[in-house]
């Protein structure tokens, strides 16, 4: 992820399998007892990249009436609703022996480890809802700004306690900001209400030498120069059936780091389909700073012996793209 010379591609799955996919895959060969993200991993012969997310709202908060419809509407509803967020500091001594543990790891080589944090888009979108949010940018953004400030001071206290531990080797914001048309936002808006608070946490994070991506699903191409501008390493995971071209990405964003972009919808059509895939990929591979991986979790519809396959060929171009 440095550029520098490497022997091969790491075998990553960097998102957790659908459950529907692991419950066919007990079908069809794959052990019933093996249901823990790291177990598959080892299964399979996978590296082990092993992440913990933080997350911002406490679990007795108020939860959404449905998907999407967020738990407030406005300044005195988040005052009201303080109390129930940025308590995950709380947890934090069993974290930290989980932490404990997971450096030893890290130490001997054996695992990748790395969190996510809720970005200056998603968070304040789990509070309002999908389209108070939207509105929220024009009708209160007093609110949005007062979110992403306690959001950042709150990142910065997680950073803090996490680095005494140890060093993550990568985090990412989740976000997802974009879909298969774009950004949902303007460059504006985003210049005005995520560019200041990513800069009062992406310097902290690279001091402690962490490599920090972004995660947003869709199309994030039109949003990657924004990422880039605010001091962001990389992106991922790079969906394909949105529209993500990772060559054109590479070509506008040389020093950007990338994950993902095997497009996962090929994965159940054949050999002959996933080669090209692979084939596709590996002009930006063989530039370093790119890792493969399916573009977002391994859909159920890919059978046990299909994923078999695909590693098997992921196995071989990895080689070729170190040559």
């Not at 022996?97 to 888009?121: H, I, N, P």
């Not at 990513?198 to 920090?212: D, F, H, Q, S, T």
């Not at 990405?249 to 054949?270: C, E």
Request: glycine share 6%; net charge negative.
């Amino acid at each position: 992820m440095n550029f520098q010379p490497f022997d091969r591609l790491p075998l990553l799955e960097w998102a957790m399998w659908w459950d529907k996919t692991i419950e066919r895959w007990h079908t069809e060969g794959l052990p019933v007892a093996t249901t823990d993200r790291y177990d598959i991993c080892r299964h399979f012969g996978l590296e082990v990249y092993r992440q913990d997310w933080f997350a911002v709202t406490h679990w007795d908060a108020p939860h959404p009436a449905s998907h999407g419809a967020g738990i407030m509407a406005n300044e005195q509803d988040y005052e009201r609703l303080h109390h129930h967020l940025f308590q995950v500091l709380d947890r934090w001594p069993v974290d930290q022996e989980k932490w404990r543990a997971w450096a030893e790891e890290q130490r001997r080589g054996d695992v990748v480890l790395w969190f996510t944090v809720e970005g200056f888009f998603w968070y304040a979108r789990t509070l309002l809802g999908i389209e108070r949010h939207l509105f929220a940018f024009y009708d209160q953004p007093q609110l949005i700004h007062r979110i992403n400030e306690d959001l950042a001071d709150w990142m910065l206290k997680i950073v803090d306690r996490l680095c005494a531990v140890c060093t993550p080797d990568f985090m990412t914001f989740a976000e997802d900001m974009s879909y298969n048309n774009g950004p949902m936002l303007s460059k504006a808006l985003f210049d005005e209400f995520m560019l200041p608070y990513y800069r009062k946490i992406v310097p902290a994070l690279k001091e402690r030498g962490i490599l920090v991506i972004v995660d947003s699903d869709g199309d994030i191409t039109r949003a990657a120069p924004w990422f880039e501008t605010a001091g962001i390493d990389g992106i991922l995971p790079l969906e394909r059936q949105a529209g993500v071209d990772m060559n054109v990405l590479r070509r506008n964003h040389p020093r950007m780091r990338f994950i993902g972009a095997y497009d996962k919808m090929v994965m159940n059509k054949g050999e002959a389909a996933m080669r090209a895939e692979f084939e596709r990929l590996l002009p930006a591979a063989r530039t370093g700073g790119f890792l493969i991986s399916c573009d977002h979790q391994t859909p159920p519809g890919v059978s046990v012996e299909d994923y078999r396959l695909y590693l098997r060929l992921f196995r071989e171009y990895g080689e070729q793209a170190a040559r």
